[in-house]
């Protein structure tokens, strides 16, 4: 997947408030799942955890 392609992806997922994107050290940003909201604002009946914990 290019660059621009999983730039467009995020940015539509973290529009939709299912992830959140966040800085890790000098300049390196990640995304992150937003589990709390899926599971009881936006999306309850599509989120279902795969894994346990």
């Known amino acids: ?5 999983a730039t467009h ?18 300049g390196a940003r990640m995304n992150a799942l937003r589990p ?5 604002q936006r999306y309850p009946a599509c989120w279902t955890p795969s894994c346990p914990g």
């Open 9 to 26: 992806h995020f940015t539509v997922l973290r529009e939709a408030s299912m992830i959140c994107k966040y800085c890790v050290g000098t």
């Open 1 to 5: 997947m290019s660059k621009s392609t």
């Open 36 to 40: 709390a909201d899926l599971e009881t």
